[in-house]
């Protein structure tokens, strides 16, 4: 999405013939419903940076910055939290 894709084709591209479209599109709504969440955990880890974008992309870039170290930044969010992601 970040690169120009639309949801379904960023899906297959990151994870290759592992969800069904319906998953693809369920898991979408489900992260924007949790999005506020989210973005409260990760206020908790100080100061992000400023990026210009939709909520959504801004909180996959703080998701990121906060944990792109990690092999998986969503799992390193629940680990950190012990909240789950979605």
Excluded at 62 to 81: N, T
Aim: with cysteine.
């Amino acid at each position: 999405m970040a690169m120009g894709m639309n949801k379904r084709t960023a899906f297959r591209f990151v994870l290759p013939g592992v969800f069904s479209d319906t998953t693809i599109y369920r898991l979408w709504n489900n992260f924007l419903l949790r999005q506020g969440m989210i973005r409260t955990f990760l206020s908790r880890l100080g100061n992000l940076s400023i990026c210009k974008g939709t909520a959504a992309f801004e909180t996959i870039s703080h998701l990121r910055e906060a944990f792109g170290k990690a092999p998986c930044a969503v799992d390193a969010f629940q680990s950190h939290f012990q909240a789950d992601f979605l």
